[in-house]
């Protein structure tokens, strides 16, 4: 069973990156119309999940709301957030995501498949520090008079 998580925290990490919170009763949220509010931004609702966990449900508003929702998904699923976002929980608009703690195993996983990813451009930078390194070598011999011979 997943850490309960409480809309306030995951608001403030919403609100930290600059969307604004619209404060939307949960009647408002469930109405399923993202795109009828003037401004983007986001309204929060506690919810039990089928395990019987407290969740959060986010869901992104505005005329911009796909958007809004992309970026609702990138800051929570940040290392340093701690979230895992899913979007396939019944009843939920395409507006709409749920957000819960993430668990230990996920974001071990999320490390490797992050390091995955960097390992060409991190064996790319190694390459080029000793090519670097290499030819300051060289010009330091150089600048020494010590040439080869041959």
Wanted: proline residues 4%; neutral net charge.
């Amino acid at each position: 069973m997943s850490r309960t998580t409480r809309q306030h925290t995951i608001a403030g990490h919403l609100a930290a990156v600059g969307l604004p919170n619209l404060h939307l009763s949960e009647a408002e949220q469930k109405e399923g119309r993202p795109g009828r509010h003037e401004s983007d931004g986001f309204a929060v609702r506690q919810h039990l999940d089928e395990n019987g966990a407290l969740v959060v449900i986010a869901g992104a508003y505005g005329p911009d709301w796909f958007m809004t929702l992309a970026q609702m998904r990138y800051r929570l699923e940040r290392p340093y957030v701690k979230c895992t976002v899913t979007d396939d929980a019944p009843g939920l608009g395409d507006h709409e995501i749920v957000v819960r703690w993430a668990t230990s195993q996920e974001l071990q996983a999320r490390k490797r498949a992050e390091a995955a990813r960097q390992a060409p451009l991190v064996a790319m930078l190694h390459q080029q520090v000793k090519a670097e390194r290499a030819a300051a070598e060289r010009q330091a011999i150089e600048d020494a008079g010590q040439t080869g011979l041959w």
